[in-house]
């Protein structure tokens, strides 16, 4: 081969080379749309079978008292701190999530309202509301005497609840 020749298959692999060179690398994955691990596809089907999917993951009864017992030991942390304002938030949002709650399981509904939603939760907004601390203490038992009763009557007389004895909040007195 002289000299010429060979520049010219030199060029020639030079661009060979460039041309293969991207085609090697794996092509970038298109970003996931938000879930992190690479799929929306866990939603899929029909849009029936969509929502019963979305439906499924929001859970039915145990996510309620998942959010209730968080706020439970919230609410008893804010008494004891005297912490009026957020006892009342929590009281409420404890009375708003079982709300939700009994839409999703409707055979809960006759528990939650006759032993819990009417005068349970009403008689601790007022006794929050009077401010005085051992009336306060006095509507908190029978608040947890309420998530007991409901229990039982749900058959889950298993979980009996009280007040914890060690601080839990992050929430400063
Ligand atoms: C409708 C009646 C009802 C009321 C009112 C109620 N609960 Fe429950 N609770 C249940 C049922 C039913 C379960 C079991 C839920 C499931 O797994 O489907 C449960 C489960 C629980 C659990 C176990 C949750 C878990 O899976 O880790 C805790 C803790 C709990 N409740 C706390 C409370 C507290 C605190 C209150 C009052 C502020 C309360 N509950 C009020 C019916 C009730």
Not at 145 to 171: K, L
Request: hydrophobic share 40%; with cysteine.
């Amino acid at each position: 081969m002289n000299r010429p020749e060979f520049r010219h298959v030199l060029t020639f692999l030079t661009l060979l080379t460039l041309v293969l060179l991207p085609a090697c690398e794996p092509a970038p994955a298109p970003p996931s749309e938000g879930t992190g691990d690479g799929g929306a596809e866990w939603i899929s089907g029909t849009v029936d079978e969509r929502f019963q999917q979305v439906g499924d993951q929001l859970a039915g009864f145990s996510s309620t008292m998942f959010e209730v017992a968080h706020r439970y030991r919230e609410l008893h942390w804010a008494v004891e701190d005297q912490n009026w304002d957020y006892a009342t938030y929590q009281t409420e949002k404890i009375a708003a999530a079982t709300e939700l709650g009994i839409i999703r399981r409707p055979g809960r509904a006759e528990s939650a309202r006759s032993l819990f939603l009417g005068a349970p939760v009403d008689e601790m907004l007022a006794a929050l509301e009077s401010g005085e601390t051992d009336v306060v203490e006095r509507a908190f038992r029978e608040f947890t005497a309420a998530c007991n009763q409901c229990h039982m009557a749900e058959e889950m007389e298993f979980v009996v609840v009280g007040a914890p004895e060690s601080r839990s909040t992050i929430v400063q007195p």
